[in-house]
């Protein structure tokens, strides 16, 4: 379709020869010394032709409108994934930011976590604003699938665990335990590891690579863990961390999704 697009439709010299080579045809059916049943079949014939000819070239037409539209609409596309990935990397740092203060939160003194005048200032920490929001809304809309499975994966956990902080020192009746710490952490980190993971691509700004489907286990245990596990009083905690980050086996994109 695209040759006969490229070669006749846009092409006068055929368009014109096929409608020349129809019309001499159609003169030498009615001039020739044939019968009269003859002529008139000869004569439906060619009409025929022309007929479905003009409904061939109005189809092509019609695809040939269609390509272009999505030809306009792909080229739109990537200027817009190239604009949003311009500021990706700055979103992806306040995720980094974001992820290191829920850390420092959860492993917090109890007198803190157990203090519902304390909300706003873990909220306010935990915070995203509505332009890093637009930044990753318009990269998961525009980006590959495996990207977009990274990025909405990101956004989903981040909510969890933004939501779970936010309770747990929001209710002073809520068992604090060491446990506990550390599943609240552990939802922050592990952000902290998708996030450096996309890095690299929020940087190409050529759009050359795609992130992997698997995290480099390297890139898991420098990302999950946070100063204050050097404490002692946080062993119990670090432990728990430790068993969660198990259950994400290989690294890859499914063992990140939540329900580890």
């Known amino acids: 379709m695209n040759s006969f697009e490229n070669g006749v439709l846009r092409n006068f010299s055929i368009g014109g020869f096929l409608g020349a080579v129809l ?32 409904s061939g070239i109005a189809v092509a037409g019609v695809l040939t409108s269609i390509a272009n539209q999505n030809r306009i609409f792909d ?4 200027k817009s994934l190239l604009a949003s990935k311009a500021l990706l990397p700055l979103a992806l740092s306040r995720f980094h930011e974001i992820a290191e203060n829920g850390t420092g939160i959860a492993l917090e003194e109890e007198i803190f976590l157990n203090d519902p005048d304390n909300s706003d200032i873990v909220r306010s ?5 509505e332009a890093t929001v637009g930044v990753l809304k318009e990269c998961i ?3 590959d699938e495996v990207t ?26 809520r068992l604090l335990i060491d446990s ?14 998708m996030v450096a993971h996309l890095f690299d691509y929020a940087r190409d ?12 286990l390297e890139t898991i245990r420098i990302s999950i863990s946070h100063p204050s596990y050097a404490s002692a009083r946080y062993v119990s905690a670090q432990s728990r961390i430790e068993e969660r980050r198990a259950a994400l086996g290989d690294g890859s994109i499914e063992n990140f999704s939540l329900g580890d």
């Open 23 to 54: 019309g001499v045809c159609f003169i030498i059916a009615i001039e020739a010394e044939l019968s009269d049943e003859y002529t008139k079949y000869w004569t439906y014939g060619i009409s025929a032709l022309v007929a479905l000819l003009g």
């Open 75 to 78: 080229e739109t596309r990537k």
């Open 125 to 129: 920490r935990l915070e995203i604003d």
């Open 141 to 143: 809309e525009l980006s």
């Open 148 to 173: 977009r499975k990274w990025m909405t994966t990101i956004f989903s956990r981040y909510q969890v665990a933004r939501s779970r902080t936010i309770g747990q020192v929001s209710d002073r009746h």
């Open 180 to 193: 506990v710490r550390g599943d609240l952490a552990y939802d922050l980190e592990v952000i902290r590891a």
């Open 205 to 216: 700004i050529g759009n050359r690579i795609s992130p992997s489907e698997q995290i480099d």
